[in-house]
Nanobody, 123 residues
Framework: QVQLVESGGGLVRPGVSLRLSCAAA????????MGWFRQVPEKDREFVGS????????YYADSVKGRFFVSRDDAKNTVYLQMNNLTPEDTAVYYC????????????????WGQGTQVTVSS
């Protein structure tokens, strides 16, 4: 079992940057592929970005490519989502997810999820 806890969300103005963290606890002896998703009310959970368990592969949604960056610090059992040049369209609850191998965009294949952190971008 792996427990995931996101942090770093908040209310920010358009154009600023924000970094989300996802701390893993539990069976962290094995490395996991980690994904970031976001969700707004009445819409499906949307893939944002992911990093493979080795850290060698990164994937991003087209909507965030070049603005958002995923990284991991295995010594701290933490994955980060650096979000730059935020827009109101980035407003959502952001979730991190983990799986032993899968690092793709389909949320159905991730076994572990955090509780989410709200990001609101508004002037």
């Amino acid at each position: 079992q792996v427990q995931l806890v996101e942090s770093g969300g908040g209310l920010v103005r358009p154009g600023v940057s924000l970094r989300l963290s996802c701390a893993a606890a539990g069976r962290t002896g094995s490395r996991y592929s980690m994904g970031w998703f976001r969700q707004v009310p009445e819409k499906d959970r949307e893939f944002v970005g992911s990093i493979s368990f080795s850290g060698g592969k990164l994937y991003y949604a087209d909507s965030v490519k070049g603005r958002f960056f995923v990284s991991r610090d295995d010594a701290k059992n933490t994955v980060y989502l650096q979000m730059n040049n935020l827009t109101p369209e980035d407003t959502a609850v952001y979730y991190c997810a983990a799986d032993s191998y899968y690092a793709g965009s389909d949320p159905r294949y991730y076994n572990y999820w955090g509780q989410g952190t709200q990001v609101t971008v508004s002037s």
